[in-house]
């Protein structure tokens, strides 16, 4: 478990394969709530090769000095990221 933000990670090894590998990430709030756009990639075992970028949102509450995940959303491809881009910015207009 984390103590900051800064530590937070949807980094996640598997039979020391890391499954899923976060590439990037941008922490969109902080406090005893932390929001985190995270970009990463899936292992691909048949190809062996890594997916395509994806994106997920994630919620994390700090409880006992640790944060703890609460809620996630993710976005599945790079079509739907640019749906959410272009109808956030439509509607800053």
């Known amino acids: 478990m984390?103590?900051?933000a800064d530590e937070l990670t949807i980094d996640y090894?598997?039979?020391g394969i890391l499954t899923t590998k976060?590439?990037?990430k941008v922490i969109l709030s902080k406090g005893a709530w932390v929001t985190i756009l995270f970009k990463y990639q899936?292992?691909?075992k048949a190809?062996?090769?890594y997916s395509e970028d994806k994106y997920t949102i994630r919620r994390f509450q700090k409880r006992d000095g640790q944060y703890v995940p609460r809620s996630k959303?993710?976005?599945t491809n790079a079509k739907?990221?640019?749906l959410i881009v272009d109808t956030l910015q439509?509607?800053?207009k």
């Open 47 to 49: 190809k062996q090769a």
């Open 2 to 4: 984390a103590e900051t």
């Open 13 to 15: 090894e598997e039979n």
């Open 22 to 24: 976060q590439t990037d």
């Open 90 to 92: 439509d509607w800053m």
């Open 42 to 44: 899936t292992w691909d």
């Open 73 to 75: 959303f993710n976005i």
């Open 80 to 82: 739907q990221a640019k």
